[in-house]
């Protein structure tokens, strides 16, 4: 199983980006998807996550700029992500949860992808 990542880019203040990252590989079934962002000189930090019953949670610092759906069929998650500030900037994580016919319920993670905003 992998996860690829794609959207990350530069933007300016204010600007938007669309972040996905689809499951590929011997996928069974997917339980959580979301997104996890690391700042240089930062811990990682939780951006959002979507639930397999479309539950969301959202860190207090995106709600209201960032939006995290999800589309099943395609076993992809989406971070749309406005109104964007130079303090969004970070590498950005997905993460999934995710059982095969092989091997029981466990996270997955994809490389990360690089979302800069600067003026």
């Known amino acids: 199983v992998q996860l690829q990542a794609s959207g990350g880019g530069s933007v300016q203040p204010g600007g938007s980006l669309r972040l996905s990252c689809a499951a590929s590989g011997s996928v069974a079934s997917i339980g959580a998807m979301g997104w996890y962002r690391q700042a240089p000189g930062k811990q990682r930090e939780l951006v959002a996550t979507?639930?397999?019953?479309?539950?969301?949670n959202e860190a207090d610092s995106v709600k209201g700029r960032f939006t995290i759906s999800r589309d099943n069929a395609k076993n992809t998650v989406y971070l749309q992500m406005d109104n964007l500030k130079p303090e969004d900037t970070a590498v950005y994580y997905c993460y999934a949860f995710i059982a095969t016919m092989s091997r029981p319920t466990m996270d997955y993670w994809g490389k990360g992808t690089q979302v800069t905003v600067s003026s």
């Open positions: 979507i639930t397999s019953a479309a539950t969301i």
